[in-house]
């Protein structure tokens, strides 16, 4: 974990990162069906509610309804991710990249997962690819990149590939 980030996340914020993901990703999505963008609705009002059992249900069921979403599967990865279930939230967040290469919310919440896992340079790798795809974001990147390249510098922070 990276405990002494300046800015230490709680799991608040992380539920309303990837609320916010599939928020996005839903809005901009007109090909679903009515019950779909219901059922992402749902998982998505329940984690927002702080409800990461029900929301981590709801997105199973999503995916298992639209195998071939983004949103379900990188919402399914944000809920993991809280929940501490990083190699699950890694393979998630990989499946929404898949789908959908230009996510850049997607390679940020993998990011935060690969950092969770000690595993510094895929972290640093999602991260650049997220600054590529949005360069509007490459401001809020920046010293997140900054910070592991100096732990790594320093020594303090081996990658446990």
């Known amino acids: 974990m ?8 709680d799991m608040r914020v992380y539920v309303y990162l990837f609320a916010c ?41 999503a995916i298992a ?3 071939d979403s ?8 944000g809920m993991l991710l809280v929940s501490a279930h990083y190699a699950e939230a890694i393979g998630q967040f990989q499946k929404a990249i898949g789908l959908q290469a230009e996510n850049h919310r997607a390679f940020i919440g993998l990011s935060v997962a690969y950092l969770h896992r000690g595993q510094y340079g895929p972290a ?5 690819e997220a600054q590529r ?6 401001q809020e990147i920046a010293p997140i990149i900054a910070w592991i390249d100096r732990r790594q510098l320093s020594g303090q922070m081996p990658d446990h590939q």
């Open 2 to 9: 990276f405990t002494d980030y300046p800015e230490e996340t």
């Open 21 to 61: 993901i599939a928020l996005g990703a839903l809005l901009g999505s007109a090909r679903l069906s009515a019950s779909e963008a219901s059922l992402l609705q749902q998982a998505q009002a329940r984690a927002e509610a702080g409800d990461i059992a029900e929301a981590t249900g709801l997105y199973r069921q």
């Open 65 to 67: 309804a639209m195998p």
């Open 70 to 77: 983004a949103e379900a599967h990188a919402g399914l990865g």
């Open 124 to 128: 640093r790798a999602a991260l650049t």
């Open 133 to 138: 795809i949005a360069p509007a974001k490459a």
